[in-house]
């Protein structure tokens, strides 16, 4: 009987406490609704107070807008349950700020620094007259591949510029309309070359990073590179030191995360985010117009800079004197055997050895 009443009496002792937890939730989630109800009425009302003292501040609802709060939505994807991402308008404030003066300055730098050196000193002209004995540079496949990645490289880089700056630079002397048609065919361009561009480059880096690997006398080519302009002579292997920077600087790191950069934003549909589209477009925009400065003191010296210098690259064969004069220590080598390119021909042919 004592356990019976016992057992009874903690029963009832449980159900109350129960009931007490239970009204004290309640109470607590009426209190709770009550005080988002006020709160909300209350940010209501100091919110239509605001516009009718202040009609043109959005700022509470871009504030809102900007929490990336995420909300319901019946489209199941990355971040579609956020209707505006702030970090669009930092992405596009930076693109069109920073990015877009600063690399706007460094390309009219670098072309003023280029016409400068060539209106004060002019190109690299050779010191004795060719001998008409011919030497082997560049083979068929390197050729092929060098050119390959130029064509594609001056593509993207006229579109990607047209991209980035013809908002400022071509629309006020173009109008709508024509500028319109521009930008798209300059989208379209610069999508559909890109894989060529990525593939190549590729097959590039492949065939040229032997002869571009640091090698005695590339310091001290670098300490006295400057000199080459006042017609200095400065014995270099097959590439000179200032060519493997380029190599190694512009072709390898810059190029490569262009290409990195440039297929996130390409193919859109491997579940990215838009953050990381907006940081692949910020690092692909700063590596591509360090790129382009880059490669515009190459193209200059490959040109109308250096004497010969392009002939090289579109025959594929040197003139002796050439090679002596910018590449000696190649020159050296072939001359003695040593070298794997193709010995020096009597007939202005390079020959094989026997």
Not at 67 to 96: D, H, P, Y
């Amino acid at each position: 009987m004592r356990r019976t009443a016992l057992g009874g009496f903690l029963l009832k002792l449980m159900l109350a406490v129960a009931f007490l937890l239970s009204s004290n939730v309640v109470s607590a989630a009426d209190t709770g609704q009550k005080d988002a109800a006020a709160v909300a009425a209350e940010n209501k009302d100091t919110q239509v107070q605001r516009q009718q003292n202040q009609p043109y501040n959005n700022a509470p609802i871009w504030r809102e807008v900007r929490s990336g709060e995420e909300n319901f939505t019946t489209v199941r994807g990355v971040e579609t349950g956020v209707l505006v991402q702030s970090g669009g308008e930092t992405w596009r404030a930076f693109r069109n700020g920073p990015i877009t003066i600063y690399g706007g300055w460094l390309l009219i730098v670098v072309c003023a620094i280029i016409a400068a050196i060539y209106f004060l000193m002019g190109s690299i002209k050779l010191h004795e007259k060719p001998s008409g004995r011919t030497i082997e540079r560049f083979n068929a496949l390197q050729r092929i591949t060098h050119w390959t990645v130029a064509i594609c490289f001056c593509l993207l880089g006229v579109t990607g510029l047209i991209i980035l700056f013809g908002k400022y630079v071509l629309l006020p002397m173009f109008g709508y309309t024509l500028f319109s048609w521009l930008a798209i065919l300059s989208k379209n361009v610069h999508n559909f070359v890109a894989p060529l561009f990525i593939v190549s480059l590729l097959v590039f880096i492949v065939l040229y990073v032997k002869d571009n690997l640091p090698e005695k006398g590339d310091l001290a080519w670098m300490s006295r590179g400057w000199r080459m302009f006042a017609g200095e002579h400065l014995p270099s292997g097959r590439f000179n030191a200032g060519e493997k920077v380029w190599f190694w600087l512009g072709v390898v790191v810059l190029c490569l995360v262009v290409s990195a950069s440039g297929l996130i934003l390409l193919f859109p549909n491997f579940e990215q985010g838009r953050l990381l589209m907006q940081q692949a477009n910020v690092i692909h925009a700063i590596a591509g117009v360090l790129v382009i400065g880059f490669s515009l003191g190459h193209i200059y010296m490959g040109t109308i800079g250096v004497e010969g210098a392009y002939q090289n690259m579109r025959t594929g064969n040197t003139d002796e004197t050439w090679a002596k004069e910018h590449h000696e220590l190649w020159y050296n080598d072939i001359k003695s055997g040593k070298s794997a390119q193709k010995p020096i021909s009597a007939a202005g042919t390079a020959q094989a050895r026997p």
